[in-house]
């Protein structure tokens, strides 16, 4: 998902090993400055488990400040009070 506006980029990475939780997954923050692009912050779910997927689906807005943007990552597999592979959106 890019946002052109501010130069950013969300990559999602769902089958990305986090430490040694396989498949939890991660969204990548990219950003373009003077025309290269960089990677700026990896987004993790604090309570992501093996296989949940995070970043299956992601989405890059504008926030309401100037220059502000927001990011959502989804991991589709995640458990959620007591439902096997319900689904979760963080910010």
């Known amino acids: 998902m890019r946002n052109s506006r501010h130069g950013s980029c969300l990559v999602g ?3 990305d090993d986090v430490a040694v939780v396989v498949d939890s997954g ?10 290269a692009w960089t990677e700026r ?3 993790v779910a604090a309570d992501s488990a ?3 997927e995070c970043g299956v689906s992601v989405a890059l807005g504008s926030g309401g400040a100037p220059g502000a943007s927001l990011a959502l990552v989804g991991g ?8 096997a592979d319900a689904g979760r959106v963080w910010p």
């Open 50 to 52: 093996a296989g949940d």
């Open 76 to 83: 589709f597999k995640h458990d959620t009070a007591g439902a």
């Open 41 to 43: 912050a990896t987004l």
């Open 26 to 35: 991660d969204g990548l923050l990219f950003r373009r400055t003077k025309g």
């Open 13 to 15: 990475a769902n089958s």
